[in-house]
């Protein structure tokens, strides 16, 4: 698959209207900053700041700006590192 294809199937999946709503493990959270490495400081609810990991998948083809807002999924192995987008 050549990368501008790619890129369109990703762009397609990301700015899809239809999202569902979050689930239970699911959390909303807000960008505060980057650390590089894809690397990205939020704030959750709670206001709580930790580290999340944007995949491999959409590293070239998203980019995410302080003050936007994403989903992320929680991971269990992370002692610094605690979600993913």
Avoid: C
């Avoid at 493990?25 to 400081?41: A, D, E, M, P």
């Amino acid at each position: 698959m050549s990368r501008r294809i790619k890129r369109k199937y990703v762009f397609r999946e990301v700015l899809d209207v239809d999202v569902p709503p979050p689930t239970e493990s699911q959390t909303i959270v807000r960008i505060v900053g980057t650390k590089g490495n894809n690397l990205h400081t939020v704030v959750a609810p709670d206001q709580s700041t930790f580290l999340v990991s944007m995949p491999k998948k959409f590293r070239k083809n998203v980019w995410v700006r302080r003050g936007n807002y994403v989903l992320i999924d929680p991971i269990e192995e992370g002692y610094k590192v605690k979600g993913e987008i």
